[in-house]
């Protein structure tokens, strides 16, 4: 399955919404996670199951799907959250992730 | 809470074998998928594949004819193996962490670089 995530970079103002696609080739259901990797860093689970987050992720962190688009938002984007973002299916073998949009400050 | 650290050899030569361990400290390896992901200079994140305790593990067909994947339970580790490497192999290895048919994975190594370079 392929993920193909859209824009490959956002510029967002500090305190503004912004909001991450993340498209699937076909169906994985609500099988997809996102992650935060900041430069030099470790990815860092965000979401999974679609709309769950992680523990000690923020609320301003969230997900929803429509079909095979998933898009992760960002209500009101604060200094660390610009980074990499990545989803990445688990709904089918192998696993597969996007090619990740950076999010950059405007 | 489970640590995971990768450990091995930071530079291997065209046709080589990579060979990395993961040592898991703060729980057993019983129960849980742990894995191998890979993320190439600038680039996105690759799956290489998994272990599953000692009983089974799946390859990411890309790769899946130079992959070797297993696990020392009295080391509380598993390990990777790649044959023939050449240059696209390099980059960033990461050992990971997931569980059934959970498959997102958490928590993650702190990551290693390996360069392939004669």
């Known amino acids: 399955i392929v993920m193909t995530q859209s824009p490959a970079t956002l510029s967002v103002s500090p305190g503004e919404r912004a909001n991450l696609s993340c498209r699937a080739s076909q169906s994985v259901s609500g099988n997809l996670a996102w992650y935060q990797q900041k430069p030099g860093q470790v990815p860092r689970l965000l979401i999974y199951?679609?709309?769950t987050r992680a523990t000690g992720i923020p609320a301003r962190f969230g997900g929803s799907a429509s079909g095979t688009e998933f898009i992760l938002t960002i209500s009101s984007l604060q200094s660390e959250d610009f980074a990499v973002y990545y989803c990445?299916?688990?709904?089918?073998?192998?696993?597969?992730f996007g090619g990740g949009t950076k999010v950059e400050i405007k | 809470q489970v640590h995971l650290q990768e450990s091995g050899p930071r530079l291997v030569k065209p046709s080589e074998t990579l060979s990395l361990t993961c040592t898991v400290s703060?729980?057993?390896?019983?129960?849980?998928?742990w894995t191998w992901i890979r993320q190439p200079p600038g680039g996105g994140l690759e799956w290489i594949g998994y272990?599953?305790?000692?009983?089974?593990?799946n390859y990411n067909p890309s790769l899946k004819s130079r992959v070797t994947i297993a696990a020392d339970t009295s080391k509380n580790q598993f390990s990777l193996k790649l044959t023939s490497v050449t240059a696209a192999d390099t980059g960033v290895y990461y050992c990971a962490r997931s569980s059934g048919s959970r498959r997102w994975f958490d928590p993650w190594g702190q990551g290693t670089l390996v360069t392939v370079s004669s």
């Open positions: 272990i599953y305790y000692t009983v089974s593990t």
């Open positions: 990445q299916q688990y709904n089918n073998w192998p696993l597969t």
């Open positions: 703060g729980g057993s390896l019983s129960n849980y998928y």
């Open positions: 199951d679609a709309f």
